[in-house]
T-cell receptor, first 111, second 114 residues
């Protein structure tokens, strides 16, 4: 069965600083990997996804993620964080048309 | 295009009452998912349908929960009787299975059982 670990529950970064959110997955086959973002009181919005091909994927809002099979990781990055990026971020792994989510990482941005 | 539409957005009900949450998936999508989100357990998949047929309901917590999808454009999640521990945000999501696994979420139904 697939599983996802997001080791950081909270992360605080300064506005303009770079960001990396960690995600490790467990899945027996080639994974489909996703990052979603959830703002307070809102649903989940897809940031980016990896199915195959180039292991560096670009998403919306200036985010990117890199798939590293050898490390079973799919970390999310952004070179310069904006205050509006404060939200909760979820990594997910898909297989058999089911998505399993990590516990989420809450991002705080300080000015 | 309209996204996944859920109703009600917010519901407060008394313990023991029946609760019905509704979902309209994105037109043309053939898979529908119900998730529950709580602080303690995060996002949990309750049940999902392919072509209106329930495929996996192993996440449904107990018999008080039931879900139906009478047609491709409508699904319900029912809790009867409701209990305070059912308080959570319930998300409906949909995707077009043959086009990959990208799942699109509704805004959620925020349920409080008092």
């Amino acid at each position: 069965a697939q599983s996802v670990t997001q080791p950081d529950i909270h992360i605080t970064v300064s506005e303009g600083a770079s960001l990396e959110l960690r995600c490790n997955y467990s899945y027996g086959a080639t994974p489909y990997l996703f990052w979603y973002v959830q703002s307070p009181g809102q649903g989940l919005q897809l940031l980016l996804k990896y199915f195959s091909g180039d292991t560096l994927v670009q998403g919306i809002k200036g985010f990117e993620a890199e798939f590293k099979r050898s490390q079973s990781s799919f970390n999310l990055r952004k070179p310069s964080v904006h205050w509006s990026d404060a939200a909760e971020y979820f990594c997910a792994v898909g297989g058999g048309n089911k998505l399993v989510f990590g516990a989420g990482t809450i991002l705080r941005v300080k000015s | 295009d309209a996204g996944v539409i859920q109703s009600p957005r917010h519901e407060v009900t008394e313990m023991g009452q029946e609760v019905t949450l509704r979902c309209k998936p994105i037109s043309g999508h053939n898979s529908l998912f119900w998730y529950r989100q709580t602080m303690m357990r995060g996002l949990e998949l309750l049940i999902y349908f392919n072509n209106n047929v329930p495929i996996d309901d192993s996440g449904m917590p107990e018999d008080r929960f039931s879900a139906k999808m009478p047609n491709a454009s409508f699904s319900t999640l029912k809790i009867q009787p409701s209990e305070p521990r059912d308080s959570a945000v319930y998300f409906c999501a949909s995707n077009l299975r043959d086009r990959g696994y990208t799942i699109y979420f509704g805004e959620g139904s925020w349920l409080t059982v008092v």
